[in-house]
């Protein structure tokens, strides 16, 4: 491996380790008696008319102090603006304002709702535990290592103009995953293992974090999602590991065999992003689903194509990230589906900044970010209509 790749592994790798402290399989058990499962908010964001809490981060206006920030569609209703915790809504007028045809929302002076200058996002080298230096050399990301970016983020609930999401959204194939879809509409038990590095192992999901509104991180998410749209068991397992990468789940196979999956879920390339090119991405996770189905033959598999990083951050390859959904889905057949969160991410931030859906400034989701994972893969795993 490069010089290059180590370094900038090792970096993420310390900055998943501060927030790995609760072993992934245990991380959301806390907040169980605390969130209650709703299937509206797990209902493909791209299906129709209705976001539920869309995420927003309200950016200041260096110049004249204007508060402003857009959501993914153009928006016909605001039905409600809360904070991220969900304990405060704000009232329109007063506090946010927007004009049909748009999708952008704006703040008035005195609006109780957070909003930051980008000089507040940064920090000076040197000064944070890890090095996040910004890609325009002027100082450092700023890092929230628990729910700092959660905290300053807004949740809207809209209904939008309708539009074709259709080039970017998954579609339900019940050929890519024939026998976990059987199984599951049998009412069967079926046992899933999710493998990945600190995206899947949680981190930055308030349930992760045990504050308000104690949501999940995705496994969790699609364990309740399935077992409410199946009315069977589901048994996840998570043996993720923060700062991993598709090199070292080739030294935890048994890991992930001991479960006896019915469904193996990789999901890795955040951390190899740091320079790994996309043939030794691909050719690593071949060799993942090829030791797996020695010892499990009847195995499938759902590839994860990424999340982006925040393209500011110098350790990120920002090119490799398409590379790889690539590389996944040449690998994709009957048994073996892609989870393509990669084409996703790179629409919202078409749409929307960084800022408003990230969980730590710099590579991990926030709640609504979960949501999505979930959402994408929920739609891998059962029709939209019932």
């Known amino acids: 491996m490069s010089r290059t790749v180590t370094l900038a592994t090792a970096t993420m790798l310390a900055v998943g380790a501060l927030q790995a402290a609760t072993p992934a399989h245990a991380q959301d058990a806390s907040t169980e008696t605390r969130w209650k499962y709703d299937s509206k908010l797990l209902r493909p964001f791209w299906q129709g ?13 260096t110049a004249n102090g204007e508060a402003k920030a857009s959501v993914l569609f153009t928006i016909r209703k605001i039905l409600s603006v809360r904070n ?42 040197g000064t944070q535990k890890y090095q996040l230096t910004h890609r325009d050399g002027n100082g450092e990301i700023f890092f929230g290592a628990k729910l700092e970016y959660h905290d300053m983020q807004t949740c809207i609930t809209y209904e939008h103009e309708p539009e074709d999401w259709t080039p970017h959204s998954p579609k339900f194939d019940e050929k890519a995953l024939p026998r976990t879809i059987r199984k599951l509409r049998q009412k069967e038990p079926v046992s899933i293992v999710l493998i990945g590095d600190s995206i899947s192992a949680g981190c930055n999901a308030s349930g992760w974090a045990g504050e308000a509104p104690f949501q999940p991180s995705f496994p969790g998410l699609l364990q309740e999602h399935l077992e409410a749209r199946y009315g069977t068991k589901v048994r996840m397992t998570n043996p993720s590991v923060s700062g991993k990468d598709t090199r070292w789940v080739l030294s935890a196979i048994d ?45 499938e598999f759902i590839l994860v194509a990424t999340m982006l990083g925040n393209k500011d951050w110098t350790r990120l390859k920002q090119e490799l990230f398409p590379q790889y959904r690539d590389a996944l889905a040449e690998l994709s057949e009957p048994g073996i589906a892609l989870a393509d969160m990669t084409s996703i991410w790179t629409e919202f931030l078409k749409r929307k900044l960084d800022w408003d859906l990230t969980g730590n400034g710099v590579n991990h989701p926030n709640d609504f970010g979960h949501r999505v994972y979930a959402q994408v893969l929920g739609t891998l795993l059962f029709p939209s209509k019932p």
Do not use: C, H
């Open 84 to 125: 991220s915790g969900g304990d405060v809504t704000y009232e329109e007028g007063r506090d946010y304002l927007w004009k049909p045809g748009s999708r952008e929302i704006t703040l008035p002076p005195d609006s109780r709702i957070t909003s930051r200058l980008p000089a507040e996002l940064r920090r000076p080298a």
């Open 49 to 61: 008319d209705r976001i539920e809490g869309e995420s927003v981060l309200f950016i200041r206006e």
């Open 255 to 299: 890991k992930v065999v001991e479960p006896q999956p019915d469904l193996v879920i990789v999901a890795f390339g955040m951390n190899d992003s740091a320079g790994r090119p996309a043939a030794e991405y691909q050719a690593n996770t071949k060799a993942v689903i090829a030791k797996i189905r020695e010892q499990l033959p009847e195995a």
